[in-house]
C-alpha cells in the first residue's frame, strides 16, 4: 500500500493557505523558569498535535530568569518568551499542513497552569 504523501501547506473551504499560527497567552503562569518543564511542554505539545520535532533551543535570562526558546519542527515551529516578574509567558504555534495546533494547547495550559489565557489564530501565507 502507498503511503499517503505529507501536504507542507493547509486548506479550507474557502482557500488554501501556508499555515495556522496560534499567539497564545499565559497570565499567572507557573514553571516559566524552569528549563526542565519549558522543554517537557514543548516536547508534549508537538507531540500533542502531531507535528515532528527536529530541535530544541532554549535560552535563560538573568536576573529574572525568563525563558526564551523555539522548537523547530517539521512542519515550522513553536516558540516561547517568559516573563517570570509578570507571570507571563507567550507562545507561538505555527505548522502547516494536516497538523492541528489547537491540540496543544490544553497540554500547555497543564503544563503552566495559567489564570488566564488569551488566544488569536493568524492564517498566513493564503494563496490566491
Not at 495556522?20 to 511542554?41: C, F, M, P, Q, Y
Not at 525568563?66 to 516578574?85: D, F, N, Q, R
Amino acid at each position: 500500500m502507498k503511503k499517503k504523501a505529507r501536504r507542507y501547506y493547509s486548506k479550507c473551504e474557502q482557500f488554501d493557505y501556508a499555515g495556522t499560527h496560534l499567539l497564545l497567552e499565559l497570565w499567572g503562569a507557573t514553571n516559566i523558569t524552569s528549563l526542565a518543564k519549558v522543554r517537557k511542554a514543548l516536547i508534549d505539545s508537538i507531540a500533542a498535535c502531531g507535528a515532528t520535532l527536529l530541535e530544541i533551543r532554549l535560552h535563560r535570562f538573568s536576573p529574572s530568569q525568563g525563558i526564551s526558546g523555539v522548537a523547530i519542527i517539521k512542519e515550522s515551529h513553536l516558540s516561547i518568551h517568559t516573563w517570570p516578574e509578570f507571570g507571563y509567558a507567550a507562545i507561538d504555534i505555527f505548522v502547516c499542513g494536516e497538523v492541528n495546533p489547537y491540540k496543544a494547547i490544553p497540554v500547555l495550559k497543564k503544563a503552566f497552569k495559567p489564570k488566564k489565557t488569551q488566544l488569536l489564530e493568524l492564517k498566513r501565507g493564503i494563496l490566491e
